[in-house]
């Protein structure tokens, strides 16, 4: 089994910053990726960033390019998303998730709030 759990949402005031982390445990040996998405109200869940884990290659959607960065600490099974110049479209719930053992995302924590205040 393999849980993931996030942290660091909150609220803060637009052209602010966050820092959320995501922790994998259990049988994280196979990890190809990790990802964080994101769902604002009334709208689907989103791509946000990626993160190969080995090698380390980064994607980035294009609406948080330049503004977000996502890094990863093997030794710790933990990725980092670092959200700069923050605005009010960046409001939603991030989650993270885990590609294991297989084709696409098959693990998801439950969701962190981020608040952008205008």
């Known amino acids: 089994q393999v849980q993931v759990a996030e942290s660091g949402g909150g609220l803060v005031q637009a052209g602010g910053s966050l820092r959320l982390s995501c922790a994998a445990s259990?049988?994280?040996?196979?990890?190809?990726?990790m990802g964080w998405f994101r769902q604002a109200p009334g709208k689907e869940r989103e791509f946000v960033a990626a993160?190969?884990?080995?090698?380390?290659?980064?994607y980035y959607a294009d609406s948080v390019k330049g503004r977000f960065t996502m890094s990863r600490d093997t030794a710790k099974n933990t990725v980092y998303l670092q959200m700069n110049s923050l605005n009010a479209e960046d409001t939603a719930v991030y989650y993270c998730?885990?590609?294991?053992?297989?084709?696409?995302?098959?693990?998801w924590g439950q969701g962190t709030q981020v608040t952008v205040s205008s």
């Open positions: 993160i190969r884990w080995t090698g380390g290659s980064v």
């Open positions: 259990g049988h994280t040996f196979s990890t190809y990726a």
């Open positions: 998730a885990a590609q294991i053992g297989g084709a696409g995302y098959n693990y």
